[in-house]
């Protein structure tokens, strides 16, 4: 499967941006789909993910209440919605496919396919 993210920019602090990952050769269906974030000089963390099998949704607690993960089927593309966003919302956000174990989706070692980043800014 390839991937390929788009929809980052420069949003005020408070504002709200949508993120797509877009998924060609496969549909997304098949796989664990997970969002990523590296800012400057930090870790890649996890963000989101929806499993393949039920379509179940996980979150890092930064951003429950806030970001929401879905997917289009007829698009084959999955979303994630940020709102509220916050300055140390400010990173790189990558989406990424794998079909590991549930327990391991926070994981960035387990996803076997990554697109290109997408640049959040948030400003205060």
């Known amino acids: 499967v390839q991937l390929q993210a788009s929809g980052g920019g420069l949003v005020q602090a408070g504002g709200s941006l949508r993120l797509s990952c877009a998924a060609s050769?496969?549909?997304?269906?098949?796989?664990?789909m997970g969002w990523f974030r590296q800012a400057p000089g930090k870790e890649r963390e996890f963000v989101a993910a929806?499993?393949?099998?039920?379509?179940?949704?996980y979150y890092t607690d930064s951003v429950k209440g806030r970001f929401t993960i879905s997917g289009d089927n007829a698009k084959n593309t999955v979303y994630l919605q940020m709102n509220n966003l916050k300055s140390e919302d400010t990173a790189v956000y990558s989406c990424?496919?794998?079909?590991?174990?549930?327990?391991?989706?926070?994981?960035?070692?387990?996803?076997?396919?990554w697109g290109q980043g997408t640049q959040v800014t948030v400003s205060s």
């Open positions: 050769g496969r549909t997304f269906r098949n796989y664990n």
């Open positions: 929806i499993a393949r099998s039920g379509g179940y949704a």
């Open positions: 990424a496919a794998g079909i590991q174990v549930l327990s391991a989706i926070y994981s960035p070692g387990t996803y076997a396919y």
